[in-house]
DNA sequence: TATGAATGAGCATTCATTCAT
DNA sequence: TATGAATGAATGCTCATTCAT
């Protein structure tokens, strides 16, 4: 047992996970080898295609991860019992935060996934089309009941939003000026001012 | 002599420039090589090494042609003789319809500029900048003399905006139901709307 | 334990015979992976070098299994009470008959004998001629008592019937116009025809 | 030019194709590598592919060049002015002549056949299946003119006739006690015997 | 101004085998 | 008697770049 947790008692997979994630976001996927990856890992490359079938695998656990992750996030906001301008400003700004928190799984999620085997894409797209769908709900649901603006389709509001938050990794720095909650705040408010009547 | 030019009478440099755009943006910098370069533009690799230095060059010479334009348009709505907030809306949507009008060029911008070779990734960053400068400035007169709401950065405002155009690539359709234009209406509508006081 | 033979009551080193046998066949010793053997078995790879010292002994053993069938076969033609046209025919068509019965053990045979270990090699080829020299044994017969023609050596008389037998897995088909009793008819023929004198 | 013909002159996709039949032929496709191809040829494996798309195409420029040498040859004998059984004598120890002096093509030809991918094996069938039909129509016109028995199918005799030229790989050896047209005229005459009426 | 043969380093993946349990 | 995680070496193939012509 000891041959599968060497260093410091984390499994395989999830080391090369790890590994994985960081490289995919440092130099992209295309340019991260899988034996980089298992250097970092401090496996072989039999041990990683042990537990994954392909590069292509290893980058569709990350996208699983994320996924999951805000999906799970967003469905609590958006179910809390709370008036929708208030769900919808605690979701828009959790988002963010959790964005800056896992700024690595946000860059490949934005710039590697177009690297994604067909099949395995169209699945990430459809769990991407129902975070979206969800967070449309409640845009429409605000429109429906009068306290947000209808100017403005509710699809759009939404690709609005989750351009800024896409963008993050593009400049946000963590030793910036602004702490990932005041970012969050902030874009959460340009998003509910925008949506007023 | 007339070599240079055989299909169509388009000078080489400008049909390889051509390819190497449409390729970069149809599967990503890393998936297209030389070879599919210069079979699309119909000559051979001792044509593209005579006029690029690198593959990595040609990269850098689409950013080139994307950001002088982008920024020459910024300049002339910035400069325009009418009051602030027109000019911001002008600006906003402008950028819009010309990166949807050129969603090759925005896709590769978004995706590979991580890319590029350090010191042509300075350049361009600094390019970058100068561009982020002249659109903040907007947004900080508008917020000095009172038309726009000074509760969020000009910094933020701005990435917020730009995070939307950066978008566009992921979910602009031509065949959708909005029209470049009544994209571009609407999302610099969100922005004066996040602006108002 | 009854732990060695779940599916169907067949021992473990059977059905790993079995399944390397047709997969031998189907694909070539090469393309045939160990993993996919132990599968096709429904064992693990442990249980596969359990029992077998290597992919290569797999290969031996199916070759044993063949050889020592086809020896007692020719053994029990050979040792008939009948007059030596009669046995010769017998024998040449009776491997007829039983390499079309088997012929996934036949073309394994004569597509991977290359890949046998040198001691392995050497052993089925003293096999092999053993089994020769006991079919040239008839001929030889048939000759010294003047009822084959001596025109052409015994040697050579017995491998252009055994090329004919290697052959049938080129051309071979169940589902074609004859029956492997009728092309064994044929084939034992040609060769006493061209054996008259 | 100094550069494609180190090695005596011969150019590098001769040499090549030299290399991989002897290297094929002595231990089968799967187990020769394309380093080893390349090493043999005096070349690095760029070169290979520049000139040759992949491994398996190789083998098939080896097929191709034995087919069209016995397909020319077995037309020459097929077409000339003589008896029919004189011609078929001829062809069918012609080719045993030349299978001897090329019997590298020819454990290859036998051996590898199954690894050619599908168009690839199709291509190779649909040649090899003209060849048999050449050689079959000789046999048939004796068959029709009665020269020849009628006991046995054609087809089926033909099969004989070249599971021996088949099996030549196996046993024959340049310094055995046969030389090749001694080889040739015994086993034209097994087949010739074969068809007395 | 252009060709295209050749390089050489790198790539993702496969696989027979071992061994602690 | 059997497991399955892990190894490590090898495999076929790709590709940006160079350079004699």
Redesign the pocket.
């Given at each position: 047992?000891?041959?599968?947790?060497?260093p410091g008692g984390t499994?395989?997979?999830q080391r090369l996970l790890a590994a994985a994630t960081r490289l995919f976001a440092e130099r992209g996927y295309?340019?991260?080898?899988?034996?980089?990856?298992?250097e970092a890992a401090?496996?072989?490359?039999?041990?990683?295609?042990?537990?994954?079938?392909?590069?292509?695998?290893?980058l569709h656990e990350v996208y699983g991860r994320v996924l999951r992750l805000q999906q799970e996030r967003l469905d609590a906001f958006a179910d809390a019992d709370a008036p929708v301008e208030q769900r919808l400003r605690d979701a828009a700004a959790d988002v963010v935060v959790t964005t800056i928190e896992n700024l690595d799984d946000a860059s490949i999620f934005f710039r590697s996934m177009h690297h994604l085997s067909p099949e395995k894409d169209k699945q990430v797209r459809s769990e991407r089309r129902r975070y979206h769908e969800r967070f449309r709900a409640l845009v429409e649901e605000g429109q429906r009941t009068g306290v947000f603006s209808t100017a403005t389709p509710a699809d759009l509001v939404v690709d609005y939003h989750f351009g800024s938050v896409h963008h993050l990794s593009t400049w946000y720095r963590p030793d910036g000026p602004l702490t990932p909650q005041e970012v969050a705040d902030h874009l959460a408010d340009l998003l509910l001012r925008a949506l007023r009547p």
């Open positions: 047992m000891a041959r599968t947790t060497e499994p395989v997979p295309d340019r991260t080898s899988v034996q980089e990856i298992v401090g496996v072989t490359k039999g041990a990683l295609y042990h537990y994954f079938g392909s590069k292509d695998d290893l």
